[in-house]
């Protein structure tokens, strides 16, 4: 029976590059010279370290536009707010999202129920199987998710026929 996953993941070697051009472009800026300013990847978070809320703003603005540009949605970035960190240093962390939440799979499973398309749908971990007799049912289903805004950004993977 054709099938296919809905998932939300995040190339991580993408990320990296991202955040390896955010570096480069922090330590060429002018208004960065001679601060303090730093983003730091250890895999599963990025942390910006600045002054001032000008520079963690300013950081934050070139990461994001350095992983918009290597294809990863912006969605899948959590920002918490900047917080002291001492010696009037600044920290902001940033998380990625992996996987789709229980809360977010029960409104996608939802919404495809809805629609009366003659498809199954069930949570497996951190994605969702659905499956149907028809191979336009499950593209109709695709194109519906797609038209839909979520909190985090969807792929669609393992088509099978």
């Known amino acids: 029976m054709p099938s296919f996953d809905v998932v939300s993941e995040v190339n991580m070697q993408e ?20 601060s303090k300013a730093e983003i730091v990847w250890d895999k599963k978070e990025i942390t910006l ?23 990863i ?23 990625l999202a992996q996987g789709i939440d229980k809360e977010i799979s029960k409104d996608i499973i939802k919404a495809i129920k ?3 398309l003659k498809v ?14 028809s191979i336009d049912d499950l593209q ?3 194109s519906l998710l797609r038209g839909q805004d979520y909190k985090v950004p969807l792929q669609f993977n393992n088509m099978r026929s």
């Open 15 to 34: 990320v990296d590059n991202a955040v390896n051009q955010a570096r480069k472009e922090v330590e060429g800026r002018y208004d960065f010279k001679g």
């Open 140 to 142: 109709a289903t695709i």
């Open 120 to 133: 199954q749908a069930q949570i497996a971990d951190e994605k969702i199987r659905v499956t149907s007799k």
């Open 73 to 95: 949605d912006i969605k899948s970035l959590k920002v918490d707010d900047a917080n002291p960190v001492g010696g009037n240093m600044l920290k902001q962390k940033i998380t």
């Open 114 to 116: 809805d629609s009366k």
């Open 49 to 71: 370290q600045a002054e001032d809320e000008y520079k963690i703003g300013a950081m934050l603005s070139i990461l994001q536009s350095k992983v918009h540009k290597r294809g």
